[in-house]
């Protein structure tokens, strides 16, 4: 298992935005779903190493994020991308995935092939030389999830990944996710739902800071049969079904 | 990429990626190189060289003030530089690193370069920096020999001042306010009980406890930047 968290709690002053979460998942595209508010950032900032949990355990990789020389090993094999992605706004594309592949301890000689492909497989080849304050939202997106891949990582964390991206390259990049979670563990928080339904193996949903469903999109698909939960297509339902029991 | 088809034994794919890198590779800057021989990191390098209180304008704008400096030393026979100098690198050192200055500060956070050896680098860096122009200005504007490195340990006093409050008020702005208002309360203290501006930067008997405060609050900076291990 590639990622282990025990009864995982984090509070922010009163606020428990994750309660107590168990989880074990390992490769493959694990989707997070839930409405705004339920913890699945939070979540999803424990496990890139970002956040200190308030109490719990978490293994990521085999190892223990408490420990500095562990958490430098996962950090190497992580990649990351923020809900709200910083950027500066001087750097070009390639200087910009280039800085954070040589944060994370890329060996120099690699670099520059690693940050080619991953601005390659973006779709960015032609505006690698542009300033990203020039750049249109998707197109930003497409740059953190760029230097998110320039590692070629083993847990690849994307919060909310597809906000911005139009149409075609929403399938282009369902298609990425796919192929990274072959050999790595992928998860995706996310509000939409039919980004869970074309790319995930694994779906949790969270409410409330804790985890009210976990299993297959087809399982989730399944919940909503015959219940007569709003949504336009059969995963919506699922997921509006399991969100009322929750709230019932 | 374009989709090409090639002889079976050879992935044109890969071949393609390894000459789009040699053309699109960066050559660091001189800076750069350097720091990156010096710090044994490319990343801890690169990462020296986009902090805000390196770049050109703010040493521009350094040098303008010390500069300024120099004028009002040599018009009033006060020495501007020394008392300056110290306020100039606090809001330096402030400025060098923390999430209000950093837009990528959430994403610097997951990776394997530390953020507290960024940290450490930054202010090591903008620190020498301040103390060479300082020490440059000083010799420039003529004053004595006690005055010209007399404000270097009162300098680092205050930098680590403006460090610890922007580190632990998660604000620059803080920094730069504690650091600057530090220092104007030494220097006018100092003034009411010596009778003299520059006693704050030539009594040697203050050298220990300006010592002993910079080592207070760099231990405030290590424990406000250490990272909490979390419950078992």
Known sequence: ?248 | MPEVNGPPDVDLSRVWTGVTAQVWARTPGPAERLAGRLLRSPGLARALVVTPSLLLGWVISTCAVLAAGILATAGTGTPWVALLEPAVAAAGIAYAYGPAIDPAWELSQSMAVSDRMVLLARALAVFGLNAALGLIASAASGAAVAVTFGWLVPMTAVCALALAAATLARSANVGVAAGMAGWAITVLAGRTLSGTVTAVVTTPALVLPYLAFAVCCGALVLYATRTPRGAI
């Open chain 1, 1 to 248: 298992m590639n990622v282990e968290l025990t009864g995982l709690v984090r509070r922010f002053g009163r606020t428990q935005a994750v309660a107590g979460v168990s989880l074990r998942v390992g490769p493959g595209v694990f989707g997070l779903l839930g409405p705004n508010g339920a913890g699945k950032t939070s979540l999803l900032r424990m496990m890139a190493t970002v956040l200190p949990p308030s109490s719990g355990r978490m293994e990521l990789l085999g190892r223990d994020p408490r420990e500095h020389p562990q958490r430098r090993e996962i950090r190497r094999r992580l990649g990351y991308l923020p809900q709200n992605l910083g950027y500066y706004p001087g750097f070009t594309v390639t200087e910009f995935v280039e800085y954070f592949a040589l944060l994370k301890d890329m060996p120099p000689g690699q670099v520059p092939r690693a940050v080619a492909a991953a601005v390659e497989r973006v779709g960015l080849a032609g505006k690698r030389k542009s300033r990203l304050k020039t750049l249109s939202g998707g197109m930003l997106r497409r740059v953190g999830i760029a230097q998110a891949i320039v590692n070629d990582p083993e847990l690849l964390l994307l919060d909310e990944p597809t906000a911005g991206l139009d149409p075609e390259q929403r399938v282009a990049f369902r298609t990425m996710l796919r192929d990274i979670g072959e050999r790595a563990t992928v998860v995706v928080s996310t509000h939409l739902v039919e980004d869970i339904g074309a790319a995930c193996t694994e779906v949790a949903l969270m409410n409330q800071g804790g985890i009210v469903f976990h299993g297959t999109p087809a399982q989730l698909t399944a919940r909503g049969e015959g219940s007569g939960a709003a949504g336009d297509a059969p995963l919506e339902r699922g997921y509006s079904a399991v969100l009322a029991e929750a709230r019932a």
